[in-house]
């Protein structure tokens, strides 16, 4: 990829729109994060990032900061701006109308309404048009709508939290807490940025968790102290709808989603009168809740980024059936012995061929616990 004689600039200068973005990481849902930046040359003009879903996007807040400065800028963008009319008008009429000259782009838009068409429109009005600067960072930032409107799947996260043996509950079941509180902590900002978080009622029944955000507002960015932080949507997977009308998952604020295969109409009706959302789906081949067709239906609601909070059984499904696209394992510096409960149920795993490969993203210490990420490798995909 070229980025032409001034590459260093265009480099640095969509860094910054990429830092921006991410100041959107835990508010934006469904929409994607998006900064904008406005420059003459070194000059910056203006700044701008999308905030929140029906709040103007990154290229409208940058062309208000700059004002008539705009004109004859380039503009810096991580995503293809939209050509299209959603919650606002589009961003590409937007920058015409500021009369930008040229247009830098991080990656276009997987949207198959913008893809390209974006772009197309800037070229057409005689805008130069640059794109691939930075595409790598400009995509991490929203891995959730990329797959969704790519492939109409959510972004899977699988957290997990063991002992060093790899242990996640003893055989009685107990298991509070495996990790320290910087660990606990560390999974409340991915629980923030996530639009939904998948548990099984198995954990549900053991456990009773809230599955919520308890960040105050004045930790995230996009926030002042005075604003509610976005609660994802919380999923129980109840193949046969055992889950407890007063969990306590149903009675904090926020959305719960129970995914069933029963079709009895009074536990229905008291599931839905417990404050829960009960959508009734195919069976897999092992009678359980077709978790794939789980996470079709959610990307179908705009759900982006999932976060499946589970145990062994469902975190097994989820990766034998290779719907999972990362994994983030803390890992407590602690034993737990050969009776406690292990990490996964993985069937049919018997030989040293039918091994899972990993790949390792990350491995950083979070207080005294480790924090590894890792997707899937090749051939586990």
């Known amino acids: 990829m070229s980025v032409g004689p001034d590459g260093q600039l265009a480099l640095m200068l969509m860094a910054r729109a990429a830092q ?46 700059a004002g ?33 000259s040229r247009v830098v782009v991080g ?24 794109t691939g600067i930075l595409e790598g960072p400009c995509r991490t930032l ?34 509070r807490w495996i990790t320290s509180d910087a660990a606990r902590t560390d999974v409340q900002w991915l629980r923030a940025r996530s639009s939904a978080i998948v548990t099984g009622v198995g954990t549900l029944l053991a456990d009773d968790p809230s599955l919520n955000v308890r960040l105050p507002p004045a930790l995230i960015p996009a926030l002042t102290p005075d604003e509610p932080v976005r609660q ?23 959305a719960t989603l129970i995914a069933t295969l029963s079709n009895d109409p009074r536990r229905i009706a008291a599931a839905t009168s417990a404050g829960a959302e009960v ?3 195919p069976a897999d081949g092992s009678g359980r809740v077709d978790l794939e067709a789980l996470l079709r239906y959610l990307a179908e609601r705009e759900i982006n980024e999932v976060l499946i909070e589970a145990g062994p059984t469902l975190a097994g499904t989820a990766v034998q059936r290779r719907l999972v696209d990362e ?55």
């Open 68 to 100: 008539a400065a705009a004109r004859g800028a380039t503009a810096y963008v991580t995503l293809e701006p939209c050509c299209h009319h959603g919650r606002t008008p589009p961003c590409t009429d937007a920058l015409l109308d500021a009369g930008v």
């Open 20 to 65: 921006l973005a991410e100041r959107g990481l835990y508010t934006t849902d469904p929409n994607p994060r998006v900064g904008c930046v406005l420059a003459h040359g070194e000059r910056v003009v203006g700044e701008g990032w999308h905030r929140r879903a029906g709040e103007p996007h990154a290229e409208r807040v940058a062309i208000d900061a």
């Open 327 to 381: 994994i983030v394992l803390y890992l407590a510096p602690h034993l737990m012995g050969s009776a406690a409960r292990g990490l996964f149920e993985l069937e049919g795993v018997s030989r040293m061929a039918d091994r899972l490969p990993l790949e390792l993203i990350d491995v950083r210490a979070v207080g005294p616990d480790l924090r590894l990420r890792v997707r899937p490798g090749d051939g586990a995909r």
């Open 142 to 175: 929203n891995p959730g709508f990329d797959k969704r409107m790519s492939a109409g799947m959510p972004f899977v996260r699988l957290k997990l939290a063991a002992s060093l043996d790899g242990r996640t509950a003893m055989a009685s079941g107990e298991s």
């Open 107 to 130: 990656m276009e838009d997987p949207n198959p309404i913008v893809h390209g068409r974006g772009l197309e429109r800037m070229r057409a009005a005689g805008v130069e048009v640059q």
């Open 232 to 254: 994802p949507l919380r999923v129980v997977v109840d193949s046969h709808l055992r889950t407890p009308l007063d969990a306590r998952l149903l009675r904090l604020p926020g």
């Open 279 to 281: 959508w009734v789906g």
